[in-house]
Nanobody, 120 residues
Framework: QVQLVESGGGLVQAGGSLTLSCTASGSIFGINAMDWYRQAPGKQRELVAAITSGGSTNYADSVKGRFTISRDNAKNTVYLQMNSLQPEDTATYYC??????????????WGQGTQVTVSS
C-alpha cells in the first residue's frame, strides 16, 4: 500500500509564495507520475501541473510562469513552488500519484489535500 502526505499549504497575501510538497511512502519500486490538482469551492477539480518520471512538465495556462513543479525521485516527493499568488489561486490542492509497487502492480491514488488561501 502507498500513503501520500501533503504539506505546505497556508494563508498568504496576494503576491506571496508558497511551496507545497507531497511525499509517497510504502512498498514503492518507483514513481511513474506525480501531478498537482486543485479544487475551489463550487468548482471542478482541475489539473495545475504534472511531471513525468523523465522530468517533462505540463502546466495549466493560468499558472504558467508563476508555478514550478519538480520532483525528488530519491525521496518520492513532488514539489509545487507557487509564486505571485493571486486570490483566484485559493483552493484545496491535491497531489495524485501513479506508483509502481515492489510486487509488480501499479498503484494510483490521491493525497488528502492541503488548503491554500490567498488574501487580497
Amino acid at each position: 500500500q502507498v500513503q501520500l502526505v501533503e504539506s505546505g499549504g497556508g494563508l498568504v497575501q496576494a503576491g506571496g509564495s508558497l511551496t507545497l510538497s507531497c511525499t509517497a511512502s510504502g512498498s514503492i519500486f518507483g514513481i511513474n507520475a506525480m501531478d498537482w490538482y486543485r479544487q475551489a469551492p463550487g468548482k471542478q477539480r482541475e489539473l495545475v501541473a504534472a511531471i513525468t518520471s523523465g522530468g517533462s512538465t505540463n502546466y495549466a495556462d493560468s499558472v504558467k510562469g508563476r508555478f514550478t513543479i519538480s520532483r525528488d525521485n530519491a525521496k518520492n516527493t513532488v514539489y509545487l513552488q507557487m509564486n505571485s499568488l493571486q486570490p483566484e489561486d485559493t483552493a484545496t490542492y491535491y497531489c495524485d500519484t501513479e506508483a509502481a509497487l515492489r510486487d509488480g502492480s501499479t498503484w494510483y491514488g490521491w493525497g488528502q489535500g492541503t488548503q491554500v488561501t490567498v488574501s487580497s
